[in-house]
């Protein structure tokens, strides 16, 4: 398109050479507006960055004929009218250029906020997981009591987890509030899966602390019970023993 301006402007034809220009920034003014979505995932945003620099590297090739169009001679007065609305939108291009510039600076720190926190629940989810696998409990009373004292320490660390699922959460809503349409379904993704996978693994640390408590109430109910069992046959043993030492009636129908 640039070739075919300057193939038009060096043949004199200024006027066709200009209303191709302002053509091309008007679809450039379209694509640099503000409101167009450009926040998303950290590959999504890279995508944008780079397609950006393509951009600004094209806008910068047009400035030599912009130029050439300003300093021309003689020029009538629709060709004038042009070059004023040239003038205008030009730096109008130019300004938004910038302005998408800086909107993408921010959109890579937000995906990166998002990647790190996401990489950190990915990295600890799988202990967590491990560590919740279903196990056969021990019958030992200080077995389970080591367990429980185990399970408390990981629930700590479990929860000490929670303030990455919220900013996970929280960065993902603000990227989806204007997120560019080829990133919605990887951020709705990311914050699916790993939502689900939290919940999950605090389910499951919840049915193993009540396993675990339960565990411990059945063996000492158990306990109490042989211990009970223990003292009546104790006290039974006793009382044989004491119905032992009596002499027996001679009369048998005492008995």
């Not at 043949?11 to 091309?24: K, M, V």
């Not at 205008?88 to 995906?111: T, Y």
């Not at 990311?190 to 675990?212: D, F, K, M, P, V």
């Not at 003292?231 to 044989?240: C, D, F, G, P």
Request: net charge negative.
């Amino acid at each position: 398109q640039n070739k075919l301006d300057e193939a038009l402007l060096s043949s004199g034809r200024i006027s066709d050479a200009l209303q191709s220009l302002l053509e091309w920034l008007s679809k450039a003014e379209a694509y640099l507006a503000e409101d167009q979505p450009i926040l998303g995932d950290l590959d999504t945003v890279n995508i944008l960055i780079e397609q950006h620099k393509a951009f600004q590297q094209e806008l910068d090739s047009r400035q030599g004929m912009v130029a050439a169009m300003r300093s021309a001679p003689g020029v009538d007065h629709n060709v004038a009218n042009q070059l004023d609305e040239l003038n205008h939108i030009w730096e109008k291009v130019g300004q938004l250029s910038d302005v998408r510039e800086s909107r993408l600076h921010d959109a890579l720190k937000l995906a990166e906020d998002v990647n790190e926190a996401v990489q950190v629940v990915r990295e600890w989810l799988p202990h967590a997981e491990s560590e919740l696998k279903f196990r056969p409990l021990p019958e030992d009373e200080e077995a389970i009591v080591h367990l429980i004292d185990h399970h408390e320490g990981f629930q700590e660390d479990l929860r000490a987890q929670q303030s990455n699922i919220e900013r996970i959460k929280y960065l993902a809503d603000e990227i989806l509030q204007a997120c560019h349409p080829n990133a919605v379904r990887f951020v709705k993704y990311y914050l699916t899966i790993t939502q689900t996978r939290w919940e999950q693994a605090l389910n499951r640390s919840g049915q193993r602390a009540q396993r675990l408590q339960e565990a411990l109430g059945n063996l000492r109910g158990n306990a109490a019970l042989i211990e009970e069992l223990l003292a009546w046959l104790m006290e039974a043993q006793t009382l044989l023993a004491t119905k032992e030492k009596d002499p027996i009636p001679e009369d048998l129908t005492v008995v």
